[in-house]
C-alpha cells in the first residue's frame, strides 16, 4: 500500500467500514438512535420557513431539563457546531473583543472556531486533564469569553464543582462569557458532573451524542442573557435561517424517549471504557482515567508518526493527540464493539513491541 | 388593536394564517413539494456523519444540470443562506479583503451576510432593476466580491447577458470574485436568465424556490475553483459539519422528479403574476413587471408608514422597501391563490383611495 502520509482526521473520512480495519477514530456513537426518532417521519409533509429560533415545542421541551428556563431561552441550531459558530460571532459583535481562552488539549474545532470568528485563541494547559486554576486566572486576561467542555474531547475528564465556581466568579466579575459544551452530559460515569448557569454563560449541547443522531444536525444552545439570544437570532436569520424542521421533529420525538434509554446506553459505554482503560494500563501505557465521554488519551511517543504505522501496518485508526493540542498523546474513541476493542488492544500492543 | 410599530418583517412571523388577513409578505411558496420528496423520509434510518461536503449521490446528481461541471464542485449547505454565509467568510479569508458591492435594492440579507463575514457593503443602484454598468464599473473598485441575483428579490428583474459579460470581464481582469444567487432561476416567465461560469463565479442555489423546500434548509455552492471549495469546506467542518442527511436525501429525490413539475409550478405563478400585475397598474401603481421570481415592488409613498396602515386598517401583510434598500417601493409577495391576490388587490385599491 501506497503511504500516503496522514496529516488531518479528513484522511480517515469513509474508511474504517472494511472488514480488516479497525477504527478508534471518529468521534460518533455507533449504537442507533432511539425508534421514536425515525418513526415520526413517516407522516412529515411540513415544507415552509420555521421560526429562526427554533419550533417552540421543541423548545418548550428542552425548557423542562433546565431549572428555571424558559422555551425563548433557546436557539435550536446545525448541531453544536452552528452553536459554537453563532456564540463565538455573537461574542465578537456584542463585544468587540478578539481574544478567547481554550483549555489545550482542546476539542479539534476549537482553535478553528475562534478563528473563524475573527478572534485569536489564548491557551490554559490543563494538568492530567484537570483545570489549572492559577493559570486559568493569568491567561484569562484580555479575553472576552472562554470555552469549557466537561466531559471533555479529547481526555474524557469531568471538571471539579470547586474549579468551575472559581471560574464563575473571575468571570462574572470581569464581563467574560462562558460557553459551556456540554454535548457529553449524558456520559458521565462516576459522579455526577457539575454545570454553570447564569446570564454570562451559553450553554451549548447537541442529540448528536447523547441520541446518536450525528448526521441529523441538531443541536442548541441556552442561555438566559436576552440581549445574547437576540443577537443569535438576529445572526442565524441571514446565515442560515431556521434549523432543518424535520430534523428539529425528530429531536423532539428524542425528548419524549424514557430515561432508561439513556442510562442503557451509558452502561455499553462504561463497559467498553472499562475493558479499553483496562486494556491500555497492561499495556503499560500512561493514560487518563476517563470520567465521561468516550475517548481514551494515552501518552504514545511521536504520535503523528505512530498514526501512519498503526494504520499501515497494522490496519488501526487512530487519532494523533497534536491535532488536539497534545503531541505526546493519541485519542482513541472506544465507539465500537467490545469484540473490536480486543482486537484493537492486540494490535496496537504488536505495534508497541515494535 | 393596539398599533405596535412594525419595522422589520420579523413581526410578521407567524401572522397570515388568519381567515381575514391577506399576507404578501413572506417569500416561500405556498405550493407542497412533489411528493417524492416525502416519500423517502418512510424508510429512512442513517445517523451517523456524512461528508462535510455533502453526500455523494446528491452533488453527482447536481453535476448533471452543469455541463461541465463534476461533483467535487460542489458543497451541500443549509440552504442558500449558509451558501452565502460561507461564501463571503471564505473571500475574506483567501483574499484579507473588506468590501462587497451590492446592487440596490438587495435581498434583504446581503447587507447582514456581509457584515456578519466582517467585510463591508458597497452599493450600485439599480435603475428599473437593471444593472447600470457604468455605475458598477466604478463602484467596484477596491471589492473583493459581488453579488448578483438574477431573478432578484426584491424587483423580479432578469439581468441582461450583454451586462452580466461586462461584469465578468471586469472580474476576470481584477481577480473579483462573482457570488451568482440563482435560487429563482427556475420560475423565469419570458426569456430565459443568463448565467456566469469560471474560476472566479461561485454559484449559489437551493431547493427552496423551485421545489418548495424552505423549511427543509437545503442548498448548494458550485465552483469549478478548488481552492475555494477547499476554503468552505475546510470552514463547514468546523461551523456545522454536514447538511442534515435526511434533509439531503429528500433533496437527492427532488432531482429525480419530472421536469414537468417545475413547468407546471412556473405556469401557476405566472398566471399570478399577471393577474397581480395588471391589478397594480390599474390600480395606477408604478411598477417593474417582473421578469422572474415572485414578487412585485411598486412605488407607494412613505412604504414605513403605509405597512403600519395596510396591516392595522386594511388587514393586509407587505413589506417595505426599506428593508431592501428602497424606501420609495414596497414588496408584494404573489405566493397564495389568485382569489387571495384579488382580495388583496381591492384592499390595496381601498388604502391608496384613502
Known sequence: MER??????????????????ISFGSGQPDLPPPDEVFDITKNYRSFKYGLIQGQPHLREALSRFYEDSNPDD?????GASEAIDLSLRAVHALTGGSKVLLFRPYYYSYPHNVRFADMEAKYSDLKEGKIDIEDFKKQIEGCKAVI?????????????????LEIDKVCREKGIYILSD???????YDDEAFYLEGEHVITIDSFSKSYSMCGIRVGY???????FVDKVIEMKTHTSMNTGLMAQEMAFAATNVPESFLLETLETWRKRRDLFYRGMLDLGLDVIKPEGAFYLFPKIKNPDKAINDLYYDHNLIAYSGSWFGDDERMRFSYALDVEKIEIGLERLGKYLEG
Open 182 to 188: 456540554n454535548v457529553y452530559k449524558d456520559l458521565v
Open 4 to 21: 500516503k502520509l496522514i496529516n488531518s482526521p479528513s484522511f480517515f473520512i469513509g474508511k474504517g467500514e472494511g472488514d480488516n480495519l
Open 148 to 164: 469549557i467542555n466537561s466531559p471533555a474531547n479529547p481526555t474524557g475528564s469531568v471538571q471539579d464543582k470547586e474549579t468551575l
Open 74 to 78: 433557546f436557539v435550536i441550531t446545525n
Open 221 to 227: 444552545l441556552y442561555t438566559p442573557n436576552k440581549d
